[in-house]
């Protein structure tokens, strides 16, 4: 009988947007942070998307805060560290265009590229966000984005293109894969299910998601992230599918309708639905094995 597949199983513990005041459960802070990290790795997570959050809970691309946080999670576990160039949307990352309008400004996105980590998100595509009656402009036009490939190149850092849309992969990203920025595998993570907070994202349906993969290039492993109840459903596709998968706080808060969730309750949720289906999650190691990453020293 054949070894059953290995899924890698990412945790997005924190992300840029949900806030204590919508769960208790949320870790902002360094030590909270890798402590749920811990604990989700116990489960069988070997990813984990990591936000960082000033000391007031907003959020930062600061590099020394990163820096704390994938210390702490280092210190206790030998999980993959992806951090964000997305950031948030308030604390050091927003700016004023005019009123209503507010930007992501790049320059503090591409901060969070300065903490040693050894994925980071890229997110090839310019879109519109609204959240509390504000409009949040991230953009990433093309020459922003091969200012982020060569940053990418000097750090050593394997990109995750993060896509909300067919158009998200098959522009910036593709263009730069074709151009020979981006090594095989390349890690795209479809994120949908995010269309009543950001303009041009997917929801999730099947055929969408069948779409999407494929479109992939040639030598690319897939993961997907649903935003709110699209999380089990889209997840459990994708590993059907011969994808991956990401779960946590930052994209869904409930473990059920009405039941706040802690990070660990989604991932063993998930690694139970992974083992249902005849499958097993990847530990770190085998992780680090597919996508090409080196093994951290012992």
Same mark, same amino acid.
């Given at each position: 009988m054949s070894k059953p597949q290995k899924v890698i199983v990412t945790v997005a513990p924190t992300g840029g947007m949900v806030k204590k005041s919508q769960t208790p459960h949320l870790p902002t802070q360094p030590a909270e942070i890798a402590a749920s990290v811990k604990r989700c790795y116990d489960e069988g997570a070997s990813i984990v998307a990591v936000h960082a959050r000033r000391p007031d809970d907003q959020a930062t691309c600061d590099p020394a805060i990163y820096r704390d946080i994938n210390a702490r999670i280092r210190d206790v576990c030998d999980i993959i560290i992806n951090n964000s160039t997305g950031g948030g949307i308030d604390g050091d990352m927003t700016r004023e265009i005019e009123p209503g309008l507010d930007e992501i400004m790049f320059s503090e996105r591409m901060r969070g590229l300065d903490a040693n980590a050894e994925m980071a998100t890229f997110d090839a595509h310019t879109v519109l966000a609204s959240f509390g009656g504000r409009e949040i402009l991230v953009n990433t036009s093309p020459q922003r984005c091969d200012v982020m490939a060569k940053r990418f190149v000097e750090t050593g850092i394997k990109p995750e293109w993060e896509c909300f849309c067919l158009p998200h992969l098959m522009q910036d990203p593709m263009r730069l894969i074709k151009s020979g920025f981006d090594k095989p595998p390349y890690? *795209?993570?479809?994120?949908? /299910?995010?269309?009543?907070?950001?303009?041009?994202?997917?929801?999730?349906?099947?055929?969408?998601?069948?779409?999407?993969?494929?479109?992939?290039?040639? /030598?690319?492993?897939?993961?997907?992230?649903? *935003? /709110?109840?699209?999380?089990?459903?889209?997840?459990?596709?994708?590993? &059907?599918?011969?994808?991956?998968?990401?779960?946590?706080?930052?994209?869904?808060?409930? &473990?059920?309708?009405?039941? &706040?969730?802690?990070?660990?309750? &989604?991932?063993?949720?998930?690694?139970? *639905?992974?083992?249902?289906?005849?499958?097993?999650?990847?530990?770190a190691a085998e992780a680090r094995d597919m996508l090409g990453l080196p093994q951290l020293a012992s």
């Open positions: 890690w *795209i993570n479809f994120v949908l /299910g995010g269309e009543r907070g950001f303009q041009n994202a997917s929801p999730y349906t099947p055929e969408i998601l069948d779409s999407l993969i494929a479109h992939l290039p040639e /030598g690319a492993l897939f993961c997907v992230s649903g *935003i /709110g109840r699209y999380q089990f459903p889209a997840t459990t596709h994708a590993v &059907l599918a011969g994808g991956h998968v990401r779960v946590g706080l930052e994209d869904n808060i409930y &473990l059920a309708p009405g039941e &706040l969730a802690t990070n660990e309750q &989604l991932v063993a949720k998930m690694v139970r *639905i992974i083992r249902e289906l005849g499958y097993e999650p990847a530990t």
